[in-house]
């Protein structure tokens, strides 16, 4: 820390001597020709002779992330937003401005930089520098190292620096916003309709989560931070908007983990006159084709693991799953004094109040999830936690639901919707009784949705894919920090 605090001294010097003899530190009127991807995709073909009959000179801008000084001549790397790109400094080509401005520049300046281009005895693409113009000055050192699990933490608080040194970093995020664009382009093609919906409800519902709470001082109201915008997407389709989606930050108050963020990214979409069988078939071609479309095929490697996207995936029922990786027998999960012995046994904090199907889940977050690596569609839910998706009407005990997992994770929720305004009040008030007050937030009737649903809304199915953990799996990144840019952390130690 002391010889960081010592180079960021110099560095405070060097900005002040440059100061002193009239140079702007962070001007704002420098005019950038072309980008580095351009200058390279357009020359890097072209030899030495070719370069020589080239009178144009070219202006780049970006960071200064090298440089090596021989006394009269330097070699630096700049970097702009497409790639990088090597400067060749020589004293005597450059105007006296531009050899001062050279003089007080430190790696991690933001310059721009004119000239035209050559080859180096290496054959390396050079810009031969005969103007500098300094456009930021850092009074912070980059770090010469940044990687292990000791900067993880550092990396995720200062991402602005772990951009600027960390090519994987900038490709994963590259990454991430190409895949929304896809899912957005995707959807619309189909005829979705892209929407806004509200970020602070009166009432948070949609999933069965722990809220923010906050209040409106003008109103004088309290509000929730959304935990998801399901309610609202709904209202939407009893408008007429039978093809809704929306790209949506979602806040539950929650914990953290590799997994869990309390602020994350969610895709949520809703079709009406389509059941989750529809839904499943989409998901099937939305991935694949995402798949071929980033990775070239339908196979990709996530963490050492081989994932196959190729269609149809493996359905299978959640008492299939308990039955199969549980420690239980059909006529176990008939029993709740056996089920909620076999939650005890496996850590589980049980009443003996909780309704079974609910536990049921439990025990499958448990026993059955890490088994699921492979694309696999988890269907048949019990009622009792799914109080927004329909009943089937073969079982009423469950719903027409499915859960995507990938890789032990949930990547996907949807069920065929739920529009009878009957039953649904009925649910909320289950929910409600069930939660009793305890969980602040929860257990809270929408009137207005009710209202909605009333004036009746058409048969529809609806998805949210967690945006976040998607793309983990398609930038091979272990950790739901690694794909946010601004992950929330604990306060930082002094």
Not at 154 to 183: C, G
Not at 370 to 399: C, G, M, W
Not at 417 to 433: I, M, S
Request: charged fraction near 30%; charge should be negative; include cysteine.
């Amino acid at each position: 820390m002391e010889e960081i605090k010592d180079l960021s001294l110099q560095r405070r010097k060097k900005a002040e001597e440059l100061k002193q003899k009239g140079i702007a530190l962070y001007p704002n009127s420098y005019r950038v020709s072309h980008s580095v991807e351009e200058i390279i995709s357009c020359y890097a073909g072209h030899a030495e002779e070719d370069l020589q009959t080239l009178k144009e000179r070219f202006c780049l801008a970006g960071r200064l992330m090298r440089l090596n000084n021989f006394g009269k001549a330097a070699f630096g790397h700049i970097q702009d937003r497409t790639g990088k790109i090597q400067g060749y400094f020589r004293r005597d080509l450059m105007d006296e401005k531009s050899r001062e401005i050279f003089h007080g520049l430190d790696i991690g300046d933001i310059v721009g930089i004119r000239g035209k281009l050559f080859r180096t005895k290496t054959g390396e693409l050079t810009l031969m520098v005969d103007e500098v113009v300094l456009l930021a000055k850092s009074l912070r050192p980059l770090p010469e190292k940044w990687h292990g699990l000791s900067d993880q933490e550092t990396r995720y608080r200062q991402r602005y620096v772990d951009l600027i040194v960390s090519p994987r970093s900038r490709e994963v995020f590259t990454t991430r916003s190409r895949i929304i664009a896809f899912l957005r382009d995707f959807l619309t093609a189909r005829g979705f309709l892209e929407v806004e919906t509200p970020m602070m409800q009166p009432v948070p519902g949609g999933a069965t989560a722990r809220p923010f709470k906050t209040r409106h001082n003008s109103l004088d109201m309290e509000l929730y931070l959304r935990v998801a915008p399901e309610l609202y997407l709904k209202r939407l389709l009893v408008g007429g908007l039978e093809r809704v989606f929306e790209i949506n930050r979602n806040f539950r108050n929650e914990g953290l983990s590799t997994q869990h963020n309390p602020e994350f990214t969610m895709l949520e979409f809703y079709q009406a006159y389509a059941t989750h069988w529809d839904l499943m078939e989409m998901s099937e071609i939305m991935f694949s084709s995402l798949a071929q479309e980033f990775k070239g095929s339908m196979v990709l490697e996530y963490q050492g693991t081989r994932l196959d996207f190729t269609p149809p995936w493996k359905r299978l029922t959640l008492h299939q799953g308990l039955l199969m990786y549980g420690e239980l027998k059909e006529e176990d999960l008939r029993d709740p004094e056996k089920i909620f012995h076999y939650g005890r046994k496996l850590g589980m904090e049980l009443t003996g109040k909780e309704p079974p199907g609910k536990v049921w889940v439990d025990l499958f977050e448990k026993v059955v999830e890490p088994h699921l690596v492979q694309p696999t569609f988890v269907i048949e839910y019990p009622i009792e936690d799914s109080p927004l998706a329909r009943k089937n009407e073969q079982n009423p005990e469950v719903v027409d639901r499915f859960e995507l997992y990938i890789c032990g994770r949930e990547i996907a929720n949807a069920f065929s919707e739920l529009n009878d305004p009957l039953d649904q009040r009925e649910r909320f008030r289950e929910q409600a009784k069930a939660k009793d007050g305890r969980e602040e937030g929860f257990g809270l009737v929408d009137e207005d949705f009710l209202r909605a649903l009333e004036y009746g809304m058409p048969p529809a199915a609806g998805e949210g894919i967690g945006i976040d953990r998607l793309a983990m799996i398609f930038t091979n990144s272990a950790s739901i920090r690694d794909v946010i840019f601004f992950p929330q952390l604990r306060p930082e130690k002094e």
